[in-house]
């Protein structure tokens, strides 16, 4: 039991900086504390660290314009999409037939959906590594406890709802089995939303801001994905977000506002962190641009 305990203390002290860890394990060395205080006096010290970071405005920034909105957003797409591409496999895998290449119409269907599958999936890495990346730059000492809300909310945003789509009896062949009902919507948000967005986490930390070519390019991007996506996005939400008994939206408000300006701007909010990364990157540019002047 006491080496797991010294194993956690480790563990919570790779979270303090270098200097502070490195000085925190010789003075437990020093003194030969248990292991037992040895973890409250590093756990405290975390907390107590964690709190005094809390004081800036960057990372509650970070958690109440990208944790709650966009992983919730994220969270709602995701299984949407995977929901629609759900029926999608089931008859092109589970139900192959060589008639549909062998026929016109069919194979243009074919190729049609693969190719909104593949767009899809590069709108999903490039909303999760903007998001990542500017929710690090944002929140560089906080991103544990940020980085870890942003996985609950995007795991846990739509429990106790449905979607339209699982409700349709229609549907019911392909949604009794268990990959395409759970196996596959967790596949698609740890895949495509959760490891982009720890991948581009990490380089914000690291980097915090991209340099001015590349955050054009990467806003570029977004914009042209997220403006192809908008329609998609509107029905995520709507029709995405349905309540366990079929009856209707999870929110009842969201079926007045499926023609509204409102819901026709949401779209936007998956621009917002790639904005920030341009704007991060041009007061970068040009602060070199006068310091070389």
């Known amino acids: ?19 502070e860890r490195d000085a925190v394990r010789g003075d437990l060395a020093e003194l030969n ?19 005094r970071l809390w004081t800036d405005w960057r990372p509650w920034l970070a958690l109440a314009g990208l944790v709650i909105p966009l992983g919730m957003l994220l969270s709602l797409i995701s ?15 589970d139900n192959w037939t060589w008639s549909y290449i062998e026929t016109a119409g069919a194979r243009h269907d074919l190729v049609q959906i693969c190719g909104t599958f593949l767009l899809e999936c590069v709108t999903l890495v490039c909303w999760a590594w ?3 990346f500017t929710l690090g730059s944002l929140s560089r000492r906080t991103i544990w406890v940020t980085g870890t809300l942003f996985g609950a909310v995007l795991f846990g945003g739509t429990l106790g709802s449905s979607t339209a789509g699982l409700r349709n009896p229609g549907n019911a062949a392909v949604f009794s089995l268990m990959f395409y009902r759970d196996g596959f919507p967790a596949l698609v948000r740890t ?8 991948i581009g986490m990490r380089k914000g ?8 070519p590349w955050a054009l390019i990467s806003a570029v991007a977004v914009v042209t994905l997220t403006a192809l996506a908008a329609p998609s996005v509107k029905v995520s939400v709507t029709w995405g977000w349905w309540s366990t ?22 779209p936007m909010l998956m621009v917002w ?21």
């Open 1 to 19: 039991m006491t080496g797991v305990v010294w194993w956690l203390v480790e563990r919570a002290s790779a979270l303090l900086d270098a200097e």
């Open 33 to 51: 504390v248990a292991a037992g205080r040895a973890l409250r006096e590093v756990v405290g010290l975390l907390v107590r660290r964690q709190l």
């Open 79 to 93: 299984r949407q999409w995977a929901n629609t591409n759900s029926i999608y496999a089931w008859l092109y895998v």
């Open 130 to 132: 903007t998001l990542g």
């Open 191 to 198: 895949v495509l939303v959760l490891v982009p967005a720890v």
């Open 205 to 212: 930390v690291r980097q915090a801001t991209l340099p001015l």
């Open 245 to 266: 008994s079929g009856e209707g939206p999870a929110i009842r408000q969201l079926a007045q506002l499926r023609d509204s300006w409102q819901l026709r701007l949401l």
């Open 273 to 293: 962190p790639v904005a920030y990364m341009v704007a991060s990157a041009t007061r970068r540019h040009w602060r070199r641009q006068s310091a070389t002047a």
